[in-house]
DNA sequence: TATTGTTATACTCTATAACTATA
DNA sequence: TATAGTTATAGAGTATAACAATA
């Protein structure tokens, strides 16, 4: 994106933007528009996009995060744990777990009683990475509140979490 | 799943339920529990799976629908429009599109001012398999409201619609 | 030059079956 | 018998580049 002689100022970018917007007037989705599921996964695009974008610099996906967000908050569950508890496949979160361990952002140890399963922990390495990626997620929790509003926050993370009961 | 002798009745069934979600407290997610993000996820492929479900009688998966409703709503759109209105690939849409008209619910019309284009439209077919999808639909909205409550839809789509705005 | 539809391709995410070693 | 981890694989969904026809 204008990496060469880059005659277009920024203004002139911007106003391509508007026209842009301007003459694309953006379909109306009509009834779509009223359906929970449809508006939940646009927004779920929208934002996931915003943080992707975010913790790309770490080369860290949003699935990732979560495990070290959970190992960090309890250390020592074993895969099985983590992985229902995010709801991932415990087949999938092998591939996941790997990447991490591979990295040096966190471990399997033996576990104590039952020879089958792993203990897990972030490394320090991981503890680092996950204190910057929180940086960057508190970053992005800050521009969604500013479209949300103070109360609003509390109220989708309440309506949200009665959806997501599976029952 | 009790294919054989089937020696378990079906209290004993429920015991076994029961006791395997009291045995499997469910670990706790802790910080992830407060960001939008992970709490919109989780939330999104709940309510995909039940409509997921809801639809597969009539082979019929989220994105077709959302295509069928929109040329119900809107008749005569380029595949270009369509796609940009649902955020789909202009590339992706040509094979989702294929295999609504190849179903016979869909049709490519050749478009009146533009060689290149073509116009959409629902074929008889089409009309009634969304007739009965809306059904689907209308049923899986009611469950969702019976766990929102009647002003917490509203209020759940406009936050929705805040967080999908680009900007 | 830009847009429309198209093909091909690759990458991520997800789901399932089957295997092993342990319990 | 059941569980924990693992491998392999297949299916969606998504993103990008490139091309022909047309504007």
Redo the contacts with the bound molecule.
Sequence with gaps: MGTDTDKTGAAEELAATAA?EASAPAVDVGPLAGMVGYVL?RAQ?AVF?DV?TKFAALDL????YSVLVLLRHTPGL??????AAL????????????GLERRGLAR?SA?P????????YLTEEGEKVLARANVLQAAHEASLDAKLGPSGREQLLGLLGRLAKRD
Tied chains: 1, 2.
């Design positions: 842009r996964r695009l996009d992707i996906r949003p699935a990732q074993k895969q099985s744990d983590v992985a709801g991932i496949q415990r087949a999938n979160f092998v591939v996941l777990f790997d399997r576990a009683n039952d020879r089958r399963s792993y203990a897990l």
